[in-house]
């Protein structure tokens, strides 16, 4: 469904008068008004396939209704949160639960919905019906050579998916690893995924990337094959220039320090993109921002610092896979996923207002406290109005998630598709 132009104009005027009082407020305050507002027009965060339904978790999933049924209904309603917050503007797919069955046709959907194919998502920490052999102990570190020759072909097949739909990159992450001391050898294991990826690796079109994606631990709980971020950079480094490490923000030990990590990956060079979510315990992908807001902040300063300053490239020049992975099995997923992307504009907004020169002196002068209060100052800054205003003038939503429920998008949905639908994905 679509929320039709005059519907989305009147939202807007409902709300200009006291939009307008907000902006001109902080934009007294903020240098370069002009440029941040360009720098967020052009920010794209991708959507996943699989967050369009209801997430589950290990024990049940209640469905919300409304779910899309195929994948261009998914598509329909990535380019409905597009439309209102100009900012979700990708989609990334998952092989084998959103297969482009007519690829130029599923590539004109998306166009006229204005969103592009961001990377390419493999699974093989699934067997899917009819498949020969069982991922149940791995796929690519697997002791059997078909067991990692079938995860192989998967991958090269899911980047011709991808190139018939125009991505130019992909994400590998596998569940691989063990559950008991002693179930593996761990340079076993290592040495197999490396010479599979490598063979993933030499089947990549030549203006592709791949991210290799690592995460602490579950499914496997005694050790990860791809369980950190050292081990992913060791995997890039051997691979090549195409291979990158992903951080998905769901996937390290508690408190681990991972602005300190985007930094250091950024200097080598070897950022591929990121995952957002947020999380309390352990890969709980809550809502981006919902948890822990200042890690977030420390995050795209690292960003903002280590992209705009050092290479004069803006976060949303194309060259990082920026996307949400997030599950829910309490919200409406398309709230969700509104309120995701609200807080990471927000966040990149913030982290543009520091002033960097000060920072460096204060750094230089070891004024702890006025670094701190550098940051500080930028993260309490209140720059939802300047969002907005950047959503204004891309032709979107003042204020997306009222539109959407004052629109009542969910019941029309469900009114469209059943209420006893379930998407693809886990
Ligand atoms: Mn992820």
Known sequence: MKIEKYRLESHNESLIKEHTRRFNFI??????????????????????????????????????????????????????????????????LHIPWDIPENASHIKTLAAQNDLKFDAMNSNTFQDQPGQKLSYKFGSMQHVNKDIRKQAIEHNIQVIKYGVDLGSQSLTVWLSDGSCFPGQLNFRKAFQNTLESLQEVYAALPNDWKMFVEYKAYEPNFYSTTVGDWGQSLLYANKLGEKAYTLVDLGHHLPNANIEQIVSLLLMEGKLGGFHFNDSKYGDDDLTVGSIKPYQLFLIFNELVEGIEIEKNTPLGAGAFGWM???????????????????????????????????????????????????????????????????????????????????????????????????????
Do not use: C
């Open 27 to 92: 934009a007294n305050d903020v240098p370069n008004v002009e440029t941040i507002l360009q720098k967020l027009n052009y920010f794209q965060v991708a959507i996943p396939s699989w967050a369009l339904g209801t997430g589950g978790t290990r024990f049940a999933r209640f469905a919300g209704g409304g779910e899309p049924r195929n994948l261009e209904e998914k598509i329909e309603d990535i380019g409905l949160l597009h439309a209102l917050n100009k900012s979700s503007g990708a989609i990334s």
């Open 324 to 426: 949400i992975d997030a599950s829910h099995n309490v919200k409406d997923p398309l709230e969700d996923l509104l309120q995701s992307v609200e807080a990471i504009m927000i966040t990149y907004t913030q982290a543009l207002l520091v002033d960097r020169k000060k920072l460096v002196d204060a750094q230089n002068n070891n004024d702890v406290v006025t670094a701190q209060e550098i940051l500080q100052q930028s993260f309490r800054t209140d720059v939802r109005a300047l969002v907005a205003e950047a959503r204004l003038r891309s032709g979107g939503a003042l204020n997306p998630l009222s539109i959407y429920r004052g629109e009542k998008v969910r019941d029309r949905l469900i009114k469209e598709r059943g209420s006893k639908i379930i998407a693809t994905g886990l």
